[in-house]
């Protein structure tokens, strides 16, 4: 099983290495290689995809003891694999810049600052997007986390009212109890005396 994932993980390495190589030449190749690159990047992310699945059910079925490494191997695989799907969206904001321009007739040299600043501005407004969204799910499980504890305090004040009402019950029969006992101690003291 474990000859399996290593096979595995060779193949992904060397997948991730093309496409590493193929995502930094994307924004540099004329406009008909670019499309053609685009399209052959797609491809092998999709087949990175598919092996992390297959180490993954490899994974599944390793013994619990030995499971622990190949767990950490697979979340670093995970998350190479999101960083290069971010370097390829952020390389393919440059393509379809770039692609923008030649349809509207800009020359590139004109406007070649304003496109890195463009650039920069996209990638960055993904990383707030990125952000937000992280946060905005972190404000959500805060907020159910919130509920759940109001519910269970909630209940918890029921309890707690059900029992003083239960003490207060004990309470009034403890004294009812005795006043009974005073009672038959006064006749008990009575009777002795005659």
Do not use: C, W
Request: charged residues 40%; aromatic residues 4%; glycine residues 4%.
């Amino acid at each position: 099983m474990s000859s399996d994932f290593e096979g595995y993980e060779q193949d992904f390495a060397v997948l991730t290495a093309e496409i590493t190589s193929k995502i930094t030449r994307v924004p540099r190749l004329p406009p008909d290689e670019k499309k053609q690159m685009v399209a052959n990047v797609e491809k092998q992310l999709e087949e990175a995809k598919e092996l992390l699945e297959q180490m993954d059910l490899e994974v599944r079925e390793i013994p619990p003891q030995s499971r622990g490494m190949y767990s950490n191997r697979m979340r670093s695989y995970k998350q190479e694999m999101g960083k290069l799907e971010t370097d390829f969206k952020r390389s393919r904001i440059a393509y379809s810049d770039e692609v923008r321009n030649e349809l509207l007739g800009d020359d590139g040299n004109s406007s070649e600052n304003q496109l890195i600043k463009l650039r920069e501005e996209r990638a960055h407004l993904l990383d707030n997007t990125e952000r937000l969204e992280r946060s905005s799910r972190r404000l959500e499980a805060g907020y159910q986390i919130a509920v759940e504890t109001e519910q269970i305090g909630q209940e918890m004040l029921e309890n707690l009212s059900h029992d003083r009402e239960k003490i207060q019950r004990a309470r009034d029969r403890l004294r009812e109890t005795d006043a009974n006992l005073g009672k038959s101690s006064r006749v008990l003291t009575g009777m002795l005396r005659r």
